[in-house]
Protein backbone atom coordinates (compact mmCIF):
# COMPACT_ATOMS: atom_id res chain seq x y z
CA UNK A 1 0.00 0.00 0.00
CA UNK A 2 1.38 3.20 -1.09
CA UNK A 3 1.52 6.10 1.65
CA UNK A 4 -1.23 7.89 -0.67
CA UNK A 5 -3.67 5.60 -0.07
CA UNK A 6 -2.99 5.69 3.52
CA UNK A 7 -4.42 9.38 3.92
CA UNK A 8 -7.49 9.02 3.06
CA UNK A 9 -7.98 6.20 5.12
CA UNK A 10 -6.80 8.13 8.25
CA UNK A 11 -8.76 10.90 7.39
CA UNK A 12 -12.27 8.65 7.44
CA UNK A 13 -10.50 7.10 10.78
CA UNK A 14 -10.25 10.59 12.16
CA UNK A 15 -13.90 11.77 10.73
CA UNK A 16 -15.32 9.00 12.03
CA UNK A 17 -13.54 9.65 15.59
CA UNK A 18 -14.89 13.09 15.55
CA UNK A 19 -18.17 12.19 14.38
CA UNK A 20 -18.69 9.56 17.77
CA UNK A 21 -17.05 11.56 20.35
CA UNK A 22 -19.58 14.25 19.14
CA UNK A 23 -22.02 12.25 20.08
CA UNK A 24 -20.98 11.08 23.38
CA UNK A 25 -20.95 14.71 23.56
CA UNK A 26 -24.51 15.35 23.18
CA UNK A 27 -25.23 11.54 24.69
CA UNK A 28 -27.39 13.87 27.85
CA UNK A 29 -29.54 15.51 25.87
CA UNK A 30 -30.44 11.93 23.75
CA UNK A 31 -31.94 10.20 26.59
CA UNK A 32 -35.42 12.09 26.28
CA UNK A 33 -35.58 13.96 29.37
CA UNK A 34 -37.64 16.56 28.56
CA UNK A 35 -39.11 19.70 30.31
CA UNK A 36 -41.09 19.93 33.43
CA UNK A 37 -40.81 19.72 37.32
CA UNK A 38 -37.17 18.85 38.30
CA UNK A 39 -36.48 16.19 40.87
CA UNK A 40 -33.97 15.33 43.26
CA UNK A 41 -33.85 11.35 43.54
CA UNK A 42 -31.69 9.43 45.71
CA UNK A 43 -31.50 5.68 45.59
CA UNK A 44 -29.62 3.95 48.26
CA UNK A 45 -28.43 0.15 47.83
CA UNK A 46 -28.64 -1.25 51.32
CA UNK A 47 -27.13 -4.98 50.23
CA UNK A 48 -23.92 -5.66 52.04
CA UNK A 49 -22.40 -7.69 49.21
CA UNK A 50 -24.28 -6.89 45.71
CA UNK A 51 -24.17 -4.02 43.63
CA UNK A 52 -26.59 -2.22 41.17
CA UNK A 53 -25.81 -2.68 37.27
CA UNK A 54 -26.92 1.35 35.41
CA UNK A 55 -30.38 2.01 36.95
CA UNK A 56 -32.86 3.12 34.36
CA UNK A 57 -35.47 5.52 35.33
CA UNK A 58 -38.42 6.44 32.99
CA UNK A 59 -41.49 8.81 33.83
CA UNK A 60 -44.94 7.41 32.99
CA UNK A 61 -43.27 4.29 31.86
CA UNK A 62 -45.73 1.68 30.48
CA UNK A 63 -45.06 -1.30 33.53
CA UNK A 64 -47.22 -3.32 30.94
CA UNK A 65 -43.86 -3.22 28.52
CA UNK A 66 -41.81 -4.54 31.85
CA UNK A 67 -44.38 -7.38 32.83
CA UNK A 68 -45.95 -9.87 31.12
CA UNK A 69 -48.40 -12.17 32.97
CA UNK A 70 -45.65 -13.83 36.03
CA UNK A 71 -42.52 -12.88 33.88
CA UNK A 72 -40.85 -9.77 31.92
CA UNK A 73 -40.68 -8.55 29.03
CA UNK A 74 -37.50 -9.64 26.30
CA UNK A 75 -36.59 -6.14 26.95
CA UNK A 76 -37.15 -5.77 30.77
CA UNK A 77 -35.12 -9.52 30.75
CA UNK A 78 -32.38 -8.15 28.72
CA UNK A 79 -31.79 -5.09 31.26
CA UNK A 80 -31.97 -7.71 34.54
CA UNK A 81 -30.00 -10.34 32.74
CA UNK A 82 -27.14 -8.27 31.44
CA UNK A 83 -27.10 -4.93 32.74
CA UNK A 84 -27.92 -3.17 29.70
CA UNK A 85 -30.95 -0.61 29.80
CA UNK A 86 -31.05 0.63 26.40
CA UNK A 87 -33.30 -2.16 24.88
CA UNK A 88 -36.07 -1.78 27.85
CA UNK A 89 -35.81 2.19 27.93
CA UNK A 90 -36.09 2.51 23.97
CA UNK A 91 -39.51 0.07 24.82
CA UNK A 92 -40.64 2.59 27.44
CA UNK A 93 -39.97 6.24 25.70
CA UNK A 94 -40.65 9.32 27.70
CA UNK A 95 -38.49 11.09 30.23
CA UNK A 96 -35.60 8.96 30.77
CA UNK A 97 -32.38 8.73 32.53
CA UNK A 98 -29.12 6.15 33.20
CA UNK A 99 -28.14 8.08 36.04
CA UNK A 100 -24.97 4.88 36.63
CA UNK A 101 -24.16 2.34 38.56
CA UNK A 102 -24.68 1.72 42.52
CA UNK A 103 -22.20 0.00 45.00
CA UNK A 104 -23.48 -2.20 47.69
CA UNK A 105 -23.88 -0.36 50.54
CA UNK A 106 -24.14 3.54 49.09
CA UNK A 107 -26.47 5.67 47.55
CA UNK A 108 -25.93 7.78 43.66
CA UNK A 109 -28.12 10.97 44.16
CA UNK A 110 -28.99 12.94 40.51
CA UNK A 111 -31.75 15.29 39.27
CA UNK A 112 -34.47 14.01 36.83
CA UNK A 113 -36.45 16.05 35.05
CA UNK A 114 -40.18 15.08 33.86
CA UNK A 115 -43.26 16.24 33.41
CA UNK A 116 -45.04 12.79 34.22
CA UNK A 117 -47.12 12.20 37.20
CA UNK A 118 -45.68 8.87 38.36
CA UNK A 119 -41.46 7.26 37.41
CA UNK A 120 -40.50 3.90 37.64
CA UNK A 121 -36.37 2.82 38.48
CA UNK A 122 -35.32 -0.57 37.52
CA UNK A 123 -32.00 -1.91 38.03
CA UNK A 124 -29.99 -5.21 37.00
CA UNK A 125 -28.50 -6.73 40.95
CA UNK A 126 -25.13 -7.84 39.59
CA UNK A 127 -24.84 -11.42 39.11
CA UNK A 128 -21.37 -12.00 40.71
CA UNK A 129 -23.59 -13.06 44.00
CA UNK A 130 -27.14 -14.17 42.43
CA UNK A 131 -27.95 -14.16 39.13
CA UNK A 132 -31.08 -12.79 37.38
CA UNK A 133 -32.25 -10.52 39.98
CA UNK A 134 -33.87 -6.58 39.78
CA UNK A 135 -34.25 -4.30 41.58
CA UNK A 136 -38.05 -1.52 41.09
CA UNK A 137 -39.54 1.20 42.71
CA UNK A 138 -42.69 3.37 41.43
CA UNK A 139 -42.36 7.29 42.38
CA UNK A 140 -45.76 8.95 42.81
CA UNK A 141 -44.45 12.25 41.79
CA UNK A 142 -46.78 14.78 43.13
CA UNK A 143 -45.85 12.71 46.54
CA UNK A 144 -42.38 13.47 47.35
CA UNK A 145 -41.21 11.29 49.94
CA UNK A 146 -39.02 7.82 50.34
CA UNK A 147 -40.17 4.58 49.19
CA UNK A 148 -39.20 1.03 49.19
CA UNK A 149 -36.68 0.14 46.65
CA UNK A 150 -37.52 -3.70 46.24
CA UNK A 151 -35.68 -6.63 44.57
CA UNK A 152 -37.47 -9.53 42.62
CA UNK A 153 -35.87 -12.98 41.04
CA UNK A 154 -37.21 -13.68 37.22
CA UNK A 155 -36.25 -17.53 37.80
CA UNK A 156 -34.21 -18.23 34.78
CA UNK A 157 -31.82 -19.91 36.60
CA UNK A 158 -33.89 -22.15 38.52
CA UNK A 159 -36.00 -22.65 35.26
CA UNK A 160 -39.33 -21.35 36.61
CA UNK A 161 -39.45 -18.61 34.66
CA UNK A 162 -41.23 -16.12 36.98
CA UNK A 163 -41.35 -13.06 38.94
CA UNK A 164 -40.64 -13.52 42.71
CA UNK A 165 -40.46 -11.45 45.26
CA UNK A 166 -37.35 -11.01 47.19
CA UNK A 167 -38.11 -7.94 49.72
CA UNK A 168 -36.52 -4.38 50.08
CA UNK A 169 -32.78 -3.68 49.56
CA UNK A 170 -33.06 0.51 49.68
CA UNK A 171 -35.12 3.35 49.39
CA UNK A 172 -35.34 5.91 46.86
CA UNK A 173 -36.15 9.25 48.45
CA UNK A 174 -37.07 12.15 46.15
CA UNK A 175 -38.39 15.69 46.02
CA UNK A 176 -39.45 18.45 43.67
CA UNK A 177 -36.51 21.12 43.53
Not at 115 to 123: Q, V
Not at 151 to 163: A, N, P
Request: with cysteine; charged share 20%; net charge neutral.
Amino acid sequence: MSHTSVKPLALIVVATAVTLLAGCATAPSAIGQSEGTSYTITVKNDMTAERLAPILIVGDGDDAKIWIGRYVSKEARTQFTTGNPDPLAAQLGGDQAQPGKLASKSEITFTFKSKAATARITAMVHPDVTPDNYVTAKLDLRKPGTVALERFDIGDDEKRMTVERVGQVGTVTFSAK
